[in-house]
């Protein structure tokens, strides 16, 4: 079959889920109408608000296990996997590993059991080792990659920094050639720091969620960044503008299955993800093209006066002054009256390196940052305090931050 012949298939089994019929019927929604693609781009969208609560399956008999989302958006969702779930999401898997890993890698996954469950199952499909960190005694972890010799590492990025400052203080000599992360963004400072403590290893990055699996892939020509190889003969991607609710180079990432028999039928599921149509050139032509994350919606893209900021260009000024600050900091965004107006007000809470002067540091730190956060490709921060946009960025230097033990959320819109 080809794409919308697919697409129809799961159109019309969608008139068997009790969601899915209810939604099209309240829409006026015709299914015998959609007969392209384009037809099919403008069927209502799904968001992950809409279908809390919701079962998006049609036989419970064909589920083989569920996983919850982790409850950013406020409540958690619930995801069934089918066995024809699982064969995608595995052949998905065996693309990824190709050029980095084999049977012959030592693997420890330091993540929840549910996501432990599913990640082991995948690479001893390829016929790695496995063997299981502890999500909850890191140092527990750090030991046991000293004495089983662990070279591989999947976990998120903010467990891998806790790893490798744990290893160092302990002077544990270990060889760590692939560290492969999810969970949230790469982050320039996190990607320097990673650099320093495993100075051997390729980071490698998978983008997926809860809702989907694994939805982009890194090969050795892209690995490291916040760019994606997709997956484009089992899901259907597209990038949705904001405001137009058309279809951009720039915008939020919709995606729909494209397989008969999933457990949790995702049709124009809105994903809360800001994605971008990338010009990188892959030499590995045929991986198919490349789309680059720029942060989600809420957590790591802020909407200031009609700009918008992204976390990525935020980190590139705080690279600017890493002789002051470690890599452990919050961004916290909130509004303050200003002779009649109102303002938007930054507030940088960070970690200081040790021996760093307060009161200078702190002055050093807010000019730096203001000058080289780009707000635009010739606009900076400062640029928008000139001209009254916003409040110059206070700086507020902690002795310690508190962090989720797996994700972390580093910017915190306080604006209601």
């Not at 409040?391 to 310690?400: A, R, S």
Request: hydrophobic share 35%; glycine share 6%; proline share 2%.
């Amino acid at each position: 079959m080809n794409k919308f012949e697919i697409i129809r298939k799961i159109l019309e089994n969608a008139q068997n889920i009790k969601f899915y019929k209810d939604l099209y019927q309240n829409k006026g929604v015709q299914i015998e109408n959609i007969r392209s693609i384009e037809d099919f781009k403008t069927i209502p969208f799904v968001s992950k608000e809409s279908v809390m609560g919701e079962m998006l399956h049609v036989e419970d008999e064909e589920t083989t296990f569920t996983r919850a989302t982790s409850g950013t958006s406020g409540r958690m969702s619930i995801f069934h996997r089918s066995k024809k779930d699982r064969e995608i999401h595995l052949d998905n898997f065996r693309t990824s590993a190709n050029g980095y890993f084999t049977k012959d890698n030592r693997v420890m996954i330091i993540f929840p059991p549910d996501l432990s469950f599913i990640f082991s199952g995948y690479f001893s499909a390829v016929g790695c080792e496995v063997c299981f960190g502890d999500v909850y005694d890191l140092n527990y972890s750090a030991n046991l990659i000293n004495e089983t010799k662990v070279d591989t590492l999947r976990t998120t990025p903010m467990i891998a920094l806790k790893i490798g400052k744990i290893l160092k203080r302990k002077n544990y000599k270990c060889e760590i050639i692939n560290i492969i992360l999810s969970g949230s963004m790469l982050s320039l400072l996190t990607r320097g720091a990673l650099n320093d403590y495993y100075p051997e290893a390729k980071i490698i990055q998978n983008y997926g969620l809860a809702e989907t699996g694994l939805i982009g892939w890194q090969c050795p020509e892209i690995h490291g960044t916040n760019s994606y190889h997709i997956f484009e003969d089992t899901y259907l991607y597209e990038i949705i503008d904001s405001e137009t609710k058309k279809g951009s180079n720039s915008g939020e990432l919709v995606i729909s299955n494209l397989w008969v028999g999933s457990s949790s039928t995702l049709i124009r599921y809105k994903t809360g993800d800001h994605i971008e149509k990338s010009n990188k050139n892959c030499k590995r032509t045929k991986h198919g093209s490349i789309i680059t994350f720029r942060g989600r919606y809420r957590f790591d893209v802020l909407k200031l006066k009609g700009l918008t900021l992204y976390k990525d260009l935020f980190e590139k000024a705080l690279l600017t002054v890493t002789d002051y600050i470690t890599d452990t900091y919050q961004l916290h965004l909130y509004e303050e009256e200003k002779n009649d107006k109102i303002l938007p007000q930054l507030i940088l809470k960070v970690i200081p390196k040790e021996g760093t002067d307060k009161k200078i540091g702190r002055a050093i730190v807010e000019r730096r940052i203001m000058s080289s956060f780009m707000i635009t490709p010739k606009y900076t921060f400062k640029d928008g305090v000139d001209k009254g946009l916003f409040l110059p960025i206070k700086v507020e230097f902690v002795d310690n931050l508190k962090t989720g033990r797996v994700k972390t959320q580093d910017i915190i819109d306080h604006r209601g």
